[in-house]
């Protein structure tokens, strides 16, 4: 590695594990509140970049990989673990995410995939959920059997100071070398983008394993509103692409209560994201069907 006159540091993070342990929940604590500073500069690496901060010299380039999925082994679930396994394959560090003094059979499935030889942190998060707090030393010995960790980060995402410790662990493991982007820049991505993802995520959660990943979110409408009262206010209206009518029923579910759960989560945490005021509409239509089934759902996300 060639070292640099500047004494800048700068290297890419891995934020991997399950679903729903706090990934997102701790890219955002890393990154800052401001993820919503786009950059219009092109994609120049392979990588899956979501978000820049620099902080002390150093500048950490966070890889989130949201999609990873352990429960089936279809075609398309291989191929988008090894979209994910690319992305990460020439990381600096992987923090493997799990929840403290927890380990399931889906947390296994994320760590056998990790290729040797990329020092691995195991972030146990939400520590503070945590009641017997005696469990956790034997739990950590435990862990230590399966995989060769680097460190182990007991932590609550939620927790600033947490934060502020896991950054002085993880700046030791970036290489000396410049910068890759400019010091105020939080993310690659666009905010219509973020759009999308987000409404993608929150499908795929609130669907589970049924719905197949086929389904696609279209971004139909992305507009900032000139507003006095609030800072900013973004019209956002995306459609839910399925295939089929059963898929359809499956994400709008009983009396909508699905869809406008899907709805909701998103708007607020695209309001995080973008600081702003969202007013979020979501459609959901079937590509493939009779014409009758075009009828479109609506669903706001200002009740
Ligand atoms: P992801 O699917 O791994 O990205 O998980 P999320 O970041 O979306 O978090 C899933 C849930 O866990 C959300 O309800 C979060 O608020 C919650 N969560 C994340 N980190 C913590 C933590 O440190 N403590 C507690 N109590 N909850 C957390
Ligand atoms: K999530
Ligand atoms: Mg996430």
Known sequence: ?????????????????KPNVGKSTLMNALVGQKVSITSRKAQT???????IRTKDGTQFVFVDTPGFQTRHSTALNKSLNKTVMGAIGDVDLILFVVEAGSFTLADAKVLSLFKPGIPTLLVANKLDTVHRRAEIAPWLRDM????????????????KGDIERLFG???????????????????????????????REKLFRFTGDELPYTSTVVVD???EEKSKQHKRF?????????????????????????????????????????????FLEV????????????ARVRSFGYE
């Open 169 to 199: 662990i993880v700046g030791k493991y970036l290489p000396e070398q410049p910068w890759w982007y400019a010091e105020d820049e939080l993310t690659d991505r666009s905010e219509k983008f973020l759009a999308s993802e987000t409404v």
């Open 144 to 159: 230590q059997e399966r995989h060769p960790f680097a460190e182990f980060v007991p932590m609550s995402a939620k927790n």
């Open 221 to 223: 409408k992305f507009e």
């Open 234 to 278: 973004i019209k956002i209206a995306v459609t839910i692409v399925v295939e089929r009518d059963g898929h359809k029923a499956m994400v709008i579910g009983d009396k909508g209560e699905r869809l406008k759960r899907i709805s909701t989560e998103a708007r607020q945490e695209l309001e995080k994201l973008m600081d702003a005021k969202v």
């Open 45 to 51: 690496t392979r990588h899956r970049i979501t978000g």
């Open 283 to 294: 459609w959901v239509k079937v590509r493939s069907g009779w014409a009758d089934d075009e």
């Open 1 to 17: 590695t060639p070292v640099d006159a500047t004494g800048q540091r700068c290297g890419l993070i891995a934020i991997v594990g």
